[in-house]
């Protein structure tokens, strides 16, 4: 089975500065998807970024970008030039690939991070 | 092109009471996931389905807890017999190919009374 965990319940950052999320994961898979989602206080889970495992470059979204180290199973979420509108928990995610068989469909979520961004 | 239709937003039930949540996907999604979210937790699978079939349901209570996804209309996930324990946040998930291309609702947050 996997795990996710974010070791970091809550951070802040001020406006317009530079903020990392942490995530580690375990599983014994070698191809897989990770993923984080972004929950506002309307609690709609919202799509941030996705890597594929086999992938080795770094996904970016805009201020958005990943750095991923497969070897030390760590997925950290990096957000540049952060705004208000960035106050949200931050989930990490882990999906077996589509390749991989079994149950590659089902989502395993981290316990999350509480982003605040200060004016 | 509406997303992912969750209602109600919000449910209010005694315990003992059935709580029926409804779940439309994306249009041209057949493959639909319901997660359940606990306070402070993450989102937990609890069973996915295509049209009139349940693929997956690992993740749901033995008792009380079942789900649908006829031919027509929308998914529906039942609580029988709700307790205090039952309350949290449901959100239902589609995609267009199995595992590919999730989208989430809002999600309805049940709280038992």
């Known amino acids: ?119 | 092109n509406a997303g992912v239709m969750q209602n109600p937003r919000h449910l209010v039930r005694r315990r003992g009471q059935e709580a029926r949540l409804r779940c439309s996907p994306m249009k041209g999604h057949s493959h639909v996931y319901w997660y359940r979210q606990l306070p402070e937790e993450g989102l937990k699978f609890m069973v996915y389905l295509q049209k009139e079939n349940i693929i997956d349901e690992s993740g749901m209570p033995k008792e009380r807890f079942s789900a649908e996804f006829p031919k027509e209309g929308p998914s529906i996930l039942r609580i029988q017999q709700v307790v205090r324990g039952d309350s949290a946040a449901y959100f239902c998930a589609s995609s267009p190919k199995q595992g590919f291309g999730y989208t989430f609702g809002s999600g309805t947050r049940l709280t038992v009374v």
């Open chain 1, 1 to 119: 089975a996997q795990t996710v965990t974010q070791s970091q319940p809550e951070m802040s950052v001020q406006e317009a500065e530079t903020v990392t999320l942490s995530c580690t994961y375990d599983t014994s898979e070698s191809n897989y998807y990770l993923f984080w989602y972004k929950q506002p206080p309307s609690r709609q889970m919202i799509l941030v970024i996705r890597q594929e495992a086999y992938k080795q470059q770094n996904a970016t979204e805009n201020r958005f970008s990943v750095n991923f180290q497969k070897a030390a199973k760590s997925f950290s979420l990096k957000i540049s030039d952060s705004q208000l509108g960035d106050t949200a928990m931050y989930f990490c995610a882990f999906m077996k690939h589509a390749g991989s068989g079994g149950s590659n469909y089902k989502l395993t979520f981290g316990k999350g991070t509480l982003l605040t961004v200060n004016p």
